[in-house]
């Protein structure tokens, strides 16, 4: 009898510490809305994700770490499977892709919103606007009289990209064209040196952190005339809504995981009601408009 009692109570104490551990698995395993994960964000488009993950932590059990890289770091860190998430202002190509073909993984793509490039100058600046055709032309290596120098985040940004793909070229002239390692210093580098024309995504204007607002009133945003219109157009949302401003972008959600996890989750938590709201609230422009509630009553109540 104590044999068989002693047989009955180790069986139970396995059980026990068999589901416990089970459990402790459990809820460290990773679902759309629990548990921890690493998020790579193109750095131009860093602020508003970070108002993103602050609103998604504080409502579900989930822990986002968001790492702010230039465009072309974060594309050869996905291409050799080094990371599966990251927030880009494009997808990756068949080449860079290939890693997740081989194993069979379909990425699954969301837009989360469309941003836009704007170009800076010292608020002390007499002109506010800025030919298309002219920075274009700069970039070619022609017309190296129309500005002082351009100044530029990060050699590997995409906005570079942007401006490259714009103009056809490889590479940059060599000759007034600066370069920093983010949009701040950018700003920063304009706010002290009039003449110079910034590069940088808008939500950095739109967003400043508390530190750099003093730094941000001492820049202006130029209107862009667009190599079809004849009219000059601020990066402003209904600009940018319209299609009108000509150097706008979509921000996409690029998940490789493979498997229903954060990535999902964030994505749909960005691109649903909550989320959309701190897009338009950012100055940036949402996918689908929020919906407004608006109460109508026949009458007005006086005190």
């Known amino acids: 009898m104590r044999k068989s009692s002693v047989l009955v109570l180790i069986s139970f104490a396995f059980i026990i510490v068999f589901s416990c551990d089970r459990k402790a698995k459990s809820q460290d395993e990773e679902t759309i809305l629990k548990g ?16 993103q993950k602050q609103v998604f932590e504080s409502q579900y059990n989930a822990t986002l770490t968001l790492i702010g890289k230039s465009e072309s770091e974060i594309v050869q860190l996905l291409s050799k499977n ?3 998430l990251a927030i880009l202002s494009r997808e990756l190509t068949k080449n860079e892709g290939e890693i997740f073909e081989v194993k069979k993984v379909k990425p699954r793509i969301t837009t989360l919103a469309t941003d836009a490039i ?4 010292h608020k002390n600046n007499n002109d506010t606007l800025i030919d298309l055709e002219k920075v274009i032309t700069f970039v070619q290596g022609k017309n190296q009289n ?18 490259r793909e714009l103009a056809k070229v490889e ?3 060599k000759e007034k064209i600066f370069s920093f390692k983010t949009n701040n210093e950018v700003i920063q580098f304009v706010a002290k040196n009039e003449g110079m024309i910034g590069v940088v995504g808008v939500n950095w204007l739109s967003q400043p952190l508390p530190e750099m607002q003093e730094t941000v009133d001492n820049i202006k945003v130029l209107s862009v005339k667009s190599l079809k219109e004849k009219e000059y157009l601020k990066p ?7 299609g009108l401003y000509p150097l706008t972008r979509e921000i996409k959600m690029l998940n490789y995981q493979g ?8 994505a749909s938590f960005v691109g649903g009601e909550i989320g959309q709201r701190i897009i338009l609230k950012s100055g ?18 006086k005190k």
Do not use: C, H, W
Not at 118 to 121: M, Q, R, T, V, Y
Not at 146 to 163: A, E, H, Q
Not at 290 to 299: A, D, G, Q, T, V
């Open 36 to 51: 921890k994960v690493t998020i790579l964000v193109d750095e131009t488009l860093l602020p508003v994700i970070e108002d």
């Open 82 to 84: 080094k990371s599966q």
């Open 118 to 121: 704007a170009f800076i100058s």
């Open 146 to 163: 129309s500005f002082k120098g351009l100044v530029f985040d990060n050699p590997n940004s995409s906005t570079v990209r942007y401006i």
């Open 171 to 173: 590479g940059l002239p």
């Open 236 to 242: 402003s949302q209904n600009n940018i809504a319209s």
């Open 259 to 266: 498997f229903s996890g954060l990535g999902m989750g964030f």
């Open 284 to 301: 940036l422009v949402p996918v689908r408009i929020p919906n407004r509630n608006i109460k109508i009553r026949k009458e007005i109540n």
